[in-house]
């Protein structure tokens, strides 16, 4: 580990931002109990404390359980800015439409797994292995994009990508070549699916026609859909029109670091593109970022940013990094974001965030 440069000895740090997957989680997407109960005891100390992360709100509701205060969370990599307990929305930033339609394009054009996340709604470009696996992850039901037109295998092939009967295990961190995808299922209903009540009441979305209030302080995101109306046609065309906070391609992990640097090249700033997991390429708003979401939360605070610390392992996370007073560093961190930190810490498998918070708070 390295001594931070900048730190001095009497430094008083009021906010720590954390990344959860390959952070706040270990390997098996768990959080033990020693990196538990140091998160819940910086409330104690006074210490805001931050989640910061490309999942959606209702993947970090077991952090948002810890804690009995109303904190903000950082979701999707920095798109939305969200109160816990109160899901009164502080910042927020959706990809422009005709960006939200490039990038699908694109994707269809390598036979690419995709998601969308129009709010709490996540919508997929077909059915197969490797999104099921992201399903899991995020605990949110999903909705088949409507009248996709698969690509050719023909131009699968122009793109690297073999056929489309591919599989894809997203936890498999090795990189290989594996399977992309199986084919695409047969969907029968592409309505936007209809929560229970008491779901509907906890979320602000208003009886069976899966409309959002737009008045109410808990509604996520903006209108997702207009007043006691479905969106009837559920293709990429129209549902870019709703409000998308983040977009995201699954493939392999040496694939997507390629895809990574072409979609930048691609769209020189226009849109933040980013790698979160391996396998895992990410897209918001160029506007959006962790970094810009702790700058907000620090003037809503009043906290400075050298009073922040941040921690993270990925690309999406070197924003915060860089913005944050003391940039922390996990040891299973590539090189390059080890590069930006002023310390580094025990990897994810050490509990390396309760080794921060025992040191600096």
Known sequence: MRSPDRLTTNMKYKLIAADLDGTLLNDESVMTERTKQAVIRTAREGVLFVAATGRPMCGVEFINALFDADLPFIIFNGATVIMGKSKKMLFNLHLDASHVKEIYDLGLNRNIPMVMWIGEQLWVSHDCEAIRDYQRITFAKMQIIKNIARPSVASSQESGVRGQNKTLDINDANGSREKVCQKSKPVEDNTIARPSVASSQESGVRSQNITLDTTDTNVFGEKVCQKNKLIENNTIDRLADFGVSKMLWIDTAENIR????????????????????????????????????????????????????????????????????????????PNDIKAVCQYITLSNNEDGVAEVIDRYI
């Open 258 to 333: 390629t895809f990574q640097d072409e979609m930048n090249d691609y769209f020189q700033g226009r849109v933040n593109c980013h790698i979160s997991r391996p396998k895992f390429l990410e897209f918001v708003n160029a506007g959006a970022d962790k970094g810009t979401a702790m700058k907000q939360i620090g003037e809503i605070y009043g906290i400075d940013r050298q009073e922040m610390i941040a921690i993270g392992d990925s690309y999406n996370d070197i924003s915060m990094l860089k913005y944050a007073g003391l940039g922390v560093a996990m040891e299973n961190a």
